[in-house]
């Protein structure tokens, strides 16, 4: 089967850090992607990792470890906006022509002042 | 333009009556996705066009009928829905090849309620 693991909530301070996790089982696997959702709101792609290492993206980076089954994104300089659902996403392959996005629970991240 | 856009954004209907959604990009994308999300859950994939033919069907009820009309636009017509089909309708559309499928964007939704 096609499995993807993330922690549910993540609590952080302005100001601070957050990474969160997310590991997966994929019968394939193209790439590891990351959406952010606010309440009410819809996704939005925030980053996608074809291979090892790591992506920035201004405040936001993520990381892929395709020998683990692993990646993260992390969150640097957290501000209140950050407050969000956050799904990695993973592309398991192409199936007869088409595209398979599989997503993670998801993590709501709280962010405090 | 790099929106997608749907409508309508609420829709309540009764378990007899029949309604469509629609969906509308002009990014020049040729996959285009259909989502249902439950509140709390993360998008469940229904449906893929690619290059306006249906290419996946995530073994979705017969009374969720997708169509794709041209590269730009994307229905999903209801029929004879069940309360528990109440739901966010996400569409989203993306490049094709070369990891394109990877960025999705997604349209705002549409709420439907099934009485």
């Known amino acids: 089967g096609q499995s993807l693991e993330q922690p549910s909530e993540v609590t952080a301070v302005e100001g601070a850090i957050v990474q969160i996790n997310c590991t997966y089982q994929?019968?394939?696997?193209?790439?590891l992607s990351w959406y952010q959702q606010h309440d009410g709101g819809a996704p939005t792609f925030l980053s996608y990792?074809?291979?090892?290492g790591l992506e920035e993206t201004g405040r936001f980076s993520s990381f892929l470890s395709r020998s683990d089954s692993y990646g993260y994104l992390l969150l640097q300089e957290l501000q209140m906006k950050d407050s969000a659902s956050y799904f990695c996403?993973?592309?398991?392959?192409?199936?007869?022509?088409?595209?398979?996005?599989?997503f993670g629970a998801g993590t709501r991240l709280f962010v405090k002042a | 333009d790099t929106e997608v856009t749907q409508t309508p954004k609420h829709l309540v209907m009764g378990m007899t009556n029949k309604k469509s959604l629609k969906c509308e990009q002009h990014?020049?994308?040729?996959?285009m996705y259909w989502y249902k999300q439950k509140a709390k859950k993360p998008p469940e994939l229904m449906f893929v066009?690619?290059?306006?033919?249906?290419?996946i069907n995530e073994s979705v009820p017969s009374r969720f009928s997708p169509e794709c009309p041209n590269s730009s636009l994307l229905n999903l017509h209801l029929h004879a829905l069940q309360p528990e089909d109440s739901a966010l309708y996400l569409c989203?559309?993306?490049?094709?090849?070369?990891?394109?499928?990877?960025?999705?964007?997604f349209g705002p939704g549409t709420r439907l309620t099934v009485l």
């Open positions: 989203a559309s993306s490049h094709l090849g070369q990891g394109g499928e990877n960025e999705q964007f």
């Open positions: 994929t019968s394939g696997f193209y790439g």
């Open positions: 990792n074809a291979l090892d």
């Open positions: 996403a993973v592309s398991p392959g192409v199936d007869t022509g088409g595209f398979k996005t599989i």
């Open positions: 990014m020049g994308h040729r996959a």
């Open positions: 066009y690619s290059y306006e033919k249906l290419s």
